[in-house]
Each structure stands twice: as structure tokens, then as C-alpha cells.
T-cell receptor, first 111, second 119 residues
Framework: RKEVEQDPGPFNVPEGATVAFNCTYS??????FFWYRQDCRKEPKLLMS???SGNEDGRFTAQLNRASQYISLLIRDSKLSDSATYLC????????????FGTGTSLTVIP | GAVVSQHPSRVICKSGTSVKIECRSL??????MFWYRQFPKQSLMLMAT?????????EQGVEKDKFLINHASLTLSTLTVTSAHPEDSSFYIC???????????????FGEGSWLTVV
């Protein structure tokens, strides 16, 4: 079983829609979680960390569900500029700080 | 601004030659850096973990003699693609972890990536 799994998509949504991605992780000891955004032909960039209590940054909301071992990213009022691939990253600080990437979820926001 | 800088951003080389890509952490010291390869429309694939002052750790299937990694200082790691072939053409990205001033941070930053085309 992969350490981190994501639905690759693609997700094609109209402008203004709300879209959510999930990312499941297999190691219950995982401690740190992040969402990265990767634009076409560019490097991934940190979008937001995921805190246990959930956190929000503008139109973006990240949540952690430890019981079910997944993190989620919710994007409200989608913009064309949100089109990108979204990667989740999971770090396990108890196993040498190994970190694992999901394969990414592709989002296209359509006018 | 970028906290991890990668150079060159694009390089074209002839088949059989070697190419060196540099990865620098600009605002922090990185004892460990990571090298990835990404083919078009595919996910990042970890190639190796670069350890300052010691040998790199390669992922299964990655030839260490072909992809030479040197991490001579706390801010610089280099990846050399030796005897490059057209199938080595790809997007190569490095990353480094910033532990923060108190050593409790845990943020991963990526270099801008290097597009390698072997002709």
C-alpha cells in the first residue's frame, strides 16, 4: 500500500464552484501534513500546512481527519487561476522524518 | 523570493555529455536535500536523498553512477547526469527541508527546477 494516495483526477469544474480533494495516508504515526500546488512546468510551491484543528486561508480550507487518516483541501469560489495540480505531503517525524508525496490531483477550472 | 535556488533552469546537451545541476538553499542550512525527476504529466519521482558530508542515498532503480550527487556544503547540492541520453530528458527538481531557527520547523521548499533536453 502506498504511503500517500490521491485521486489523480482530473477535476474539471466551472468558475465559482466549490471543489474538494482528499488525500489518504497509511501510517497513523504521521505528524505533519501539507498541501502544495504545482503549476504546469513549474516546481511545487507550498500552499498551506494542515493543522489538527483545521485551518483556512481565504478561499482555501484544509482539514485533517486522524481517525480516518486523510487530509482534505476545499477550494471555494474557484478561479481560473486555481487550475493546477495539488499535491499532499505527509511527514512522519518518528521514522527519520521521511516525507511522502501524493501523486497529485489535477484541477482545471473552466470559464 | 526563492529560498531554494536551482541552476540552470534550462539546459540542452548532446548525447554522451555530462550536465551538472546546482541546488542552493538561500536562507537556511540544509543537511539534507532531495532530487526528483518529473516526466510530463507524471508525478514527482524521488531519485535520491543528498546528505551533507556523506554519500547520497538512491532510490531503487536509480543508477548512482549515472546520477552523481555531491553535497559538499550545508547550502549546496549538485546533481550530475553523466553520459546523458535522450531518455534522460526530463524536469529535475531539488528540495530542501527548513527546520527553522529552533529546529522545530518542517517546511519543504523546492528549487525552480531544471529542464534537461538531451539531443
Amino acid at each position: 500500500r502506498k504511503e500517500v494516495e490521491q485521486d489523480p483526477g482530473p477535476f474539471n469544474v466551472p468558475e465559482g464552484a466549490t471543489v474538494a480533494f482528499n488525500c489518504t495516508y497509511s501510517n497513523s504515526a504521521s505528524q505533519s501534513f501539507f498541501w502544495y500546488r504545482q503549476d504546469c512546468r513549474k516546481e511545487p510551491k507550498l500552499l498551506m500546512s494542515v493543522y489538527s484543528s483545521g485551518n483556512e486561508d481565504g478561499r482555501f480550507t484544509a482539514q485533517l481527519n486522524r481517525a480516518s487518516q486523510y487530509i482534505s483541501l476545499l477550494i471555494r469560489d474557484s478561479k481560473l487561476s486555481d487550475s493546477a495540480t495539488y499535491l499532499c505531503v505527509v511527514i512522519n517525524i518518528f521514522t527519520g522524518n521521511q516525507f511522502y508525496f501524493g501523486t497529485g490531483t489535477s484541477l482545471t477550472v473552466i470559464p | 523570493g526563492a529560498v531554494v535556488s536551482q541552476h540552470p533552469s534550462r539546459v540542452i546537451c548532446k548525447s554522451g555529455t555530462s550536465v551538472k545541476i546546482e541546488c542552493r538553499s538561500l536562507d537556511f542550512q540544509a543537511t539534507t536535500m532531495f532530487w526528483y525527476r518529473q516526466f510530463p504529466k507524471q508525478s514527482l519521482m524521488l531519485m535520491a536523498t543528498s546528505n551533507e558530508g556523506s554519500k547520497a542515498t538512491y532510490e531503487q532503480g536509480v543508477e548512482k553512477d549515472k546520477f552523481l550527487i555531491n553535497h559538499a556544503s550545508l547550502t549546496l547540492s549538485t546533481l550530475t547526469v553523466t553520459s546523458a541520453h535522450p531518455e534522460d530528458s526530463s524536469f529535475y527538481i531539488c528540495s530542501a527541508r527548513d527546520w527553522g531557527e529552533e529546529g522545530t520547523g518542517n517546511t519543504i521548499y523546492f528549487g525552480e527546477g531544471s529542464w534537461l533536453t538531451v539531443v
